[in-house]
């Protein structure tokens, strides 16, 4: 899955418009508009910078977020796809509402903007509050997923031998041996004593224990201390048909 390289920079932030938006209701409930609105305005510049990158990957968001359902206000529900969609749309909302509807993000102010700041707060703060802890939360995980599907090797004669392995690409032998480290597991095993459980020659254990390791199944820090069985020959082996076993 194809992903813009600027997009993960631009979930970060998004994650902190989260925090903007609850220290914005934070200050607006109090009615101290100064420091809502300088929310607002650190909002509006990081919007205008992110706002493209958050946007050319909605669609794959939607396919792995979370839904967001949002009250606007007293009478006005929306659902979103997404907890990126959420914060995007609620935070780019509240800056076009309060600033831009509000004539106050033009190089020259109204009179009396002051007052129009204060009133458009009293009157529209409470459609901007969010849940800081669901949304960001959100963000976490969509972003998780879309960077492990974006490092996934692609379909076809192109996947990359690197490709994390499933339990129908080892050999009898391998399994066998993957086994035993599973079933002595937290204990490490020397070769000899591997072999010899496993019932395979010395010789070709050390080879299995090698490719396994290569592989991401187990490990070995020196040769003293032995092999054991990693959480990916673990999670492998759950997944293992009955039917593999000799």
């Not at 199944?217 to 759950?238: F, H, M, N, S, W």
Request: proline share 5%; charged share 30%; glycine share 6%.
């Amino acid at each position: 899955m194809s992903v813009d390289p600027k997009f993960f920079a631009a979930s970060e932030a998004a994650e902190g418009w989260t925090v903007l938006l609850a220290d914005f209701a934070y200050w607006a409930e109090r009615g101290n508009w100064k420091c809502a609105y300088a929310k607002l305005f650190q909002l509006r510049w990081e919007i205008e910078k992110h706002r493209p990158a958050l946007e050319s990957a909605l669609d794959k968001l939607a396919a792995v977020g979370i839904v967001i359902r949002h009250q606007h206000g007293v009478h006005r529900r929306r659902v979103y796809n997404s907890a990126h969609e959420a914060t995007l749309e609620i935070a780019g909302e509240a800056v076009d509402v309060l600033i831009y509807e509000s004539g106050l993000g033009n190089e020259k102010l109204p009179d009396d903007w002051q007052g129009i700041a204060e009133q458009q707060l009293a009157r529209l703060w409470e459609r901007f509050v969010v849940s800081e802890a669901e949304l960001s939360a959100g963000i976490r995980r969509e972003r998780a997923k879309l960077m492990q599907d974006s490092q996934a090797k692609p379909e076809g004669k192109n996947r990359s031998a690197k490709e994390p392995p499933d339990c129908e690409s080892l050999s009898t032998k391998e399994f066998i041996v993957l086994r035993v480290l599973q079933k002595e597991s937290p204990c490490r095993v020397l070769l000899p004593d591997l072999a010899a459980k496993a019932e395979i020659a010395q010789k070709t254990c050390g080879k299995i224990i090698n490719s396994l390791i290569e592989r991401g199944l187990a490990d070995r820090p020196t040769e003293r201390k032995g092999a054991g069985i990693t959480p990916a020959g673990q999670a492998l082996l759950v997944t293992a048909s009955p039917l593999k076993a000799p």
